[in-house]
């Protein structure tokens, strides 16, 4: 099993910056992606960023690139998203999840909060 614990969500300005953390522990020589989801209020969870475990082979969501960076840290089993120029509608409950391959994702974590004040 995998376990994933997500941390650094919170409230910001706009305009301003957050980075989020998802730490994998448990069976991780199963997990070769990574990525970040997010759910906003009466909205469908959606991708924001996908990663590779050994950092390559990234992939962002329309509405992110640009601002938003996933990098990964092999050696501590964690992975990053550094949010930049937030934007009000970037409120909400993100996720980290994992899994052996891009679109496989049986692993999630519990959700950060991140609320963005206009």
């Known amino acids: 099993q995998v376990q994933l614990v997500e941390s650094g969500g919170g409230l910001v300005q706009a305009g301003g910056s957050l980075r989020l953390s998802c730490a994998a522990s448990g069976r991780t020589s199963s997990i070769y992606y990574m990525a970040w989801f997010r759910q906003g209020p009466g909205k469908e969870r959606t991708l924001v960023a996908s990663i590779g475990w050994a950092g390559d082979s990234t992939r962002y969501g329309d509405s992110v690139k640009g601002r938003f960076t996933i990098s990964s840290d092999y050696a501590k089993n964690t992975v990053y998203l550094q949010m930049n120029s937030l934007k009000p509608e970037d409120t909400a409950a993100y996720y980290c999840?994992?899994?052996?391959?891009?679109?496989?994702?049986?692993?999630w974590g519990q959700g950060t909060q991140v609320t963005v004040s206009s």
């Open positions: 999840a994992a899994g052996p391959g891009y679109g496989d994702w049986p692993h």
